[in-house]
């Protein structure tokens, strides 16, 4: 059977040469393997959390950040010296029915004013109810009402909280670009150490989600 089957050049296995990693391979592999996580911790919350603003005359605000982030986007109008803050929002999730108002936008702006803010500088826009694209939603309502005003706006910033920050700029800048500028502000998070985020669960749950919501929204749908 043997000859039979290697006189007529017919063989069911054969010998090849490998390549494989030495111990010292593996262990350079692992080093580099190491290097890279510490690199990619140390380094995905200031990527994220990005600060890029801009001369600009409108200062547009999430309406979803806490209350501390909002004492600093006062701060940051009085440094800009910016002519209007709108708020964005989607209807609240919780106490809808109970609550005074109904969405962050106004919500937001109540308490911009409870801080002392002037209203006259201040205008609320609700983002409509949607399922998905919430934050490009919120940009489409800002753009909608910017062509509607009697502002003339060429640039805005958005100012939003940390590692949010980059997703939310590339999502404006898709609803708003060519015609409005865009820059971002990242306000910085008081929920943990976001020098340290992985020594949490909130900062590992904030920034991983985030960090995979930045790659949905930079490679595959930009609206979301």
Not at 60 to 75: F, L, M, N, R, S
Not at 126 to 150: E, F, G, H, I, M
Request: aromatic share 14%; charged share 15%; hydrophobic share 45%.
């Amino acid at each position: 059977m043997k000859d039979l089957i290697s006189g007529s050049k017919l063989y069911l296995i054969h010998r090849k040469e490998q390549w494989s990693l030495t111990v010292y391979g593996w262990l350079f592999t692992l080093i580099l393997i190491l290097v890279l996580i510490l690199f990619t911790v140390t380094n995905i919350y200031p990527f994220l959390a990005v600060n890029a603003p801009i001369s600009a005359d409108v200062l547009v605000v999430e309406g979803w950040i806490p209350d501390y982030a909002i004492k600093g986007a006062i701060a940051e109008f009085k440094r800009g010296h910016y002519r209007q803050v709108i708020t964005t929002g989607t209807p609240v999730s919780k106490g809808y029915y109970l609550a005074e108002y109904k969405n962050f936008a106004e919500l937001t702006a109540a308490t911009f004013i409870a801080l002392g803010f002037d209203n006259n500088h201040l205008v609320a826009i609700p983002t409509p109810y949607t399922l998905k694209n919430r934050t490009y939603a919120s940009a489409v309502a800002v753009r909608q009402w910017l062509s509607t005003s009697d502002l003339t706006v060429k640039s805005i910033n958005l100012y939003t909280s940390g590692p949010h920050a980059r997703r939310s700029w590339i999502i404006f800048k898709s609803a708003l670009t060519p015609t409005i500028k865009v820059g971002v502000i990242a306000a910085e998070p008081q929920e943990y150490n976001f020098k340290a985020w992985w020594q949490s669960s909130e900062g590992v749950r904030t920034i991983i989600g985030e960090a995979i919501a930045y790659i949905y929204a930079r490679f595959f749908n930009c609206k979301s």
